[in-house]
């Protein structure tokens, strides 16, 4: 049993923290969130809501039901009981249809701000570039923001999570003064007290921290995965990351007076990086690296972004923030990179790849001369992991 205590906010520094004792079966750890002091009256103690949806996949996967102290939104616990855990626990082998014991009271409706995350990769631009002066003035982002809920902890180890946080903190409010729009940094110890895989739960830890400001969102856009609305999928959902369902979880989360949107999932990864192409913000601003807090050029997420600019006709619009000489004089390298991708079947990158068997770019025959040799290394590679027995694979890794 996972028991929810009442929260409470303690202000100290000109910064206020939201506090919550959780009880793991009698064993008590305190969660906190923390914002700047002028955003503590936007933070919730009214409803559990936050806390449920923070412990709710990490419950499921214990197999520990859940008693909440302070009332649910009455939408919210009916979503969350009637259709989301039936319809998760139903098709994952590791999640249970547990049972949770609350009250309910109706939605607080006091949000009035707009709001999405600012991580500054592709999908955080494309959610900035298509809610700011949009055709739909009632939608418009009034706020960024920038929470410490798990993404820091699962990269940077090599350069220094906190190094990294600092960084991109910096680098995240030259963001927001730049488009003129009010920033919200915001601190968690999420991660130390609720310890999952960041890829499978991300969207719980999020829209954690959209509801412990319950009363200060109205609409809140979460940036997809970059996998459009047909990888929509339920088999298997604890084996997969989040994304994958939030067009369901979103949907469950969304109540009354807030809306969560899965936002830009109509478009592919490639999509979203021809459509920001053109934004000054994200040419000056991009980050999208693993490895640090500017951009390496050489990890895959900073290869799959440069290759796919270059294939866009857009790389040197991204010379503030990539090596663009550096990829220029390693052209191939990231090109035999994509075709490797190809036959991995790398579902986000092969749009890309699909888009280079369409252009006229003269890497394509130098490739050719390679790919019969990448081809080989591959196959065998997955020949070898279909009969080679666990020990001797995971000697071959030492
Ligand atoms: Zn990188």
Redesign the pocket.
């Known amino acids: 049993m996972i028991r929810i205590g009442k929260p409470y906010i303690e202000t100290k520094n000109k910064k206020a923290k939201c506090k919550c004792d959780l009880f793991f079966n009698n064993n008590k750890k305190t969660l906190w969130f923390e914002v700047d002091e002028k955003y503590s009256k936007y933070l919730c103690i009214e409803r559990g809501d936050a806390y449920l949806i923070g412990i709710l996949h990490y419950a499921m996967e214990k197999n520990e039901d859940i008693l909440v102290d302070i009332p649910i939104t009455e939408d919210l616990l009916y979503n969350i009981r009637n259709i989301l855990v039936p319809s998760l626990s139903k098709y994952a082998k590791s999640l249970n249809n547990i049972k949770i014991t609350a009250k309910t009271a109706k939605p607080l409706m006091l949000g009035s701000s707009i709001g999405t995350g600012c991580s500054c990769g592709v999908d955080s631009f494309s959610a900035i570039y298509n809610h700011i002066n949009s055709e739909y003035p009632g939608l418009d982002l009034t706020h960024l923001c920038i929470n410490n809920v798990g993404a820091f902890n699962e990269s940077y180890s090599k350069y220094g999570v906190e190094k990294v946080k600092k960084e991109r903190y910096e680098k995240t409010d030259e963001v927001a003064q730049y488009l003129n729009l009010d920033l919200i940094k915001t601190d968690s110890n999420y991660q130390e007290v609720i310890k999952e895989n960041h890829y499978r739960t991300h969207t719980y830890s999020s829209v954690f921290a959209i509801y412990i400001l319950q009363k200060l969102w109205k609409v809140y856009y979460y940036a997809s995965s970059g996998y459009d609305y047909s990888h929509f999928n339920l088999i298997d959902n604890d084996k997969h990351a989040s994304g994958y369902y939030e067009l369901l979880s979103l949907q469950c989360f969304s109540i009354p007076g807030l809306k969560i949107y899965s936002e830009g999932g109509e478009k592919t990864r490639l999509d979203k990086t021809s459509e920001i192409a053109e934004f000054n913000a994200a040419q000056k601003y991009l980050h999208v690296?693993?490895?640090k807090s500017t951009?390496?050029?050489?990890?895959s997420?900073?290869k799959r972004t440069l290759v796919t600019l270059d294939l866009l006709n857009k790389l040197d619009n991204f010379k503030e923030v990539f090596d663009i000489e550096y990829y220029k004089k390693n052209r191939l390298m990231y090109y035999k990179w994509l075709y490797k991708q190809h036959l991995k079947n790398d579902s986000m990158i092969e749009p890309v790849y699909q888009l280079l068997k369409l252009s006229k770019n003269e890497i394509k025959r130098e490739l050719l001369l390679y790919k019969p040799f990448i081809f080989t290394k591959v196959k065998s590679y997955d020949l070898m992991k279909k009969v080679l027995p666990n020990s001797i694979k995971t000697k071959i890794k030492k």
């Open positions: 690296c693993l490895n951009n390496c050029n050489i990890c997420k900073c």
